[in-house]
């Protein structure tokens, strides 16, 4: 970061919290301000971002089994116009308070969206519930408390799986899953449920999480002894929407006085090598996108208690909901030893620890192939100017490796 002037320096800093797990945490009162005024791209995301760019999209609705209506975007690249033969479905993942466009936003030479549609990839862009992409729910209204009533926990068993059955209903094939950090946690959940796993053909995962209890940022820490999460639900908000005047004033009273806000990058995420710092205002006019509170309280849990489990209600309510007094964990082991996973992790990522990543590793019985990127922080698999040759690369040779037989 040194060298960068310091506006730059905490709206990068912002914009580096927003693909990682607990972006609350961030931003000094200027980068709120500056959130505050600034447009949204409006549209939709093939129109925003990928036709523009001269590939094929369309967009398809999902609806989930708890009703909300996902939206998807088929991508291709320009040279199945000419009639070949489209390649493997392979779904793209975002993480927290982020969505689809997350893979679309570097240049078209280094976002991992086109590259692997130039490979001749299916390629379908997954956004969870309450991104801006998605389109609501059968009947509950955006504004009200139940429409943000769930956690990374819906998101795998009812969104992942949902588009994850779809795509394998409309490719007639098994499907491949790249997943990132929050997108991460949802497809190891979603694995070890037989009858989703059985549509996956591998998976490559970028800075993988289940365990957090060796979270090691020092602000996410803070936070979380701080109990903010349950603050923010005590205070009755329900999404969490940087882009509102509320999410503005969250950031707003987190840094006020309190924290140094000046070089959150590093201390959040762990030190990112290799961002194009000239971005910046680019990749805001997508991003953050909303989530729900109650997402960021499962997750500080998770923190606080060093569990891969449900969502803890409190003891009578989880007697009621569950039959026991604690949360039930979710159980790796159940992924199944045939399902081949490639993961990809950075030295300098204080989100996905590397004790906490040992621990997920021990307890995956499958095949795993495994890319250690030293200088790597918690975001630059994504925004990486070099993710290309340091990950991608590896990555396309993995999933090319697998599946070569396996249409439905
Ligand atoms: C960084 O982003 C700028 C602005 O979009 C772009 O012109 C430039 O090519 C990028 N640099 C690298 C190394 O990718």
């Known amino acids: 970061m040194a060298g960068f ?100 936003i570097n240049t078209k030479e280094q976002s991992l969206g086109f590259i692997l549609a130039d490979r001749g990839f299916d390629v379908w862009v997954g956004n969870v519930r309450g991104t801006r992409w998605s389109h609501g729910h059968i009947s509950l209204k955006t504004r009200s408390k139940a ?13 992942l799986a949902g588009m994850i059955e779809y795509i394998y209903q409309t490719a007639g094939s098994k499907v491949f899953i790249v997943g990132h950090s929050q997108g991460t946690i949802m497809s190891f959940t979603a694995f070890s449920q037989p009858e989703i796993v059985k549509m996956v053909e591998a998976a490559a995962l970028l800075c993988p999480i289940s365990y957090l209890g060796h979270v ?39 840094c006020d006085g309190h924290l140094d806000c000046s070089d959150l990058l590093a201390s959040i995420t762990g030190g990112n090598c290799c961002l194009n710092i000239s971005r910046i205002d680019y990749f805001l006019e997508y991003e953050p996108h909303p989530s729900s509170a109650k997402n960021l309280n499962h997750l ?38 045939s399902l081949p996973l490639w993961m990809a992790y950075g030295g300098n990522d204080e989100l996905a620890d590397a004790t906490d990543f040992q621990r997920t590793l021990k307890e995956l019985p499958c095949k795993k192939e495994l890319l250690y990127l030293e200088k790597y922080g918690h975001v630059d698999v994504l925004l990486s100017v070099t993710a290309k040759e340091d990950v991608y690369d590896h990555m396309i040779e993995f999933l090319s490796s697998w599946g070569k037989s396996s249409s439905i």
């Open 5 to 104: 002037p310091a506006t730059s320096a905490v709206l990068f800093s912002l914009l580096l919290l927003l693909p990682s797990l607990f972006t609350l945490i961030s931003a000094a009162s200027s980068s709120a301000a500056l959130l505050r005024h600034r447009p949204l791209r409006g549209g939709s995301l093939c129109e925003q971002l990928i036709i523009p760019a001269g590939y094929l999209c369309s967009e398809h609705i999902v609806q989930t089994k708890d009703g909300f209506l996902l939206a998807i975007q088929r991508v291709s690249s320009p040279s199945a116009k000419l009639g070949l033969r489209r390649g493997r479905p392979v779904l793209l993942q975002h993480g927290l308070f982020m969505a689809g466009d997350a893979w679309f």
């Open 147 to 159: 429409f943000w009533d769930w956690s990374w926990e819906e998101l795998a068993l009812y969104d």
């Open 216 to 254: 090691s940022s020092p602000f996410v820490l803070r936070m979380v002894d701080m109990y903010l999460d349950r603050m923010i639900l005590a205070m009755g908000i329900h999404q969490l929407n940087f882009h509102s005047e509320i999410g503005v004033q969250i950031l707003d009273s987190v």
């Open 300 to 337: 500080f849990q998770m923190i606080r208690k060093g569990t891969f489990a449900r969502y803890d209600y409190g003891m009578l309510k989880n007697l009621r909901l569950y039959g026991s007094f604690k949360p039930p964990a979710f159980d790796l082991s159940l992924i199944p030893e």
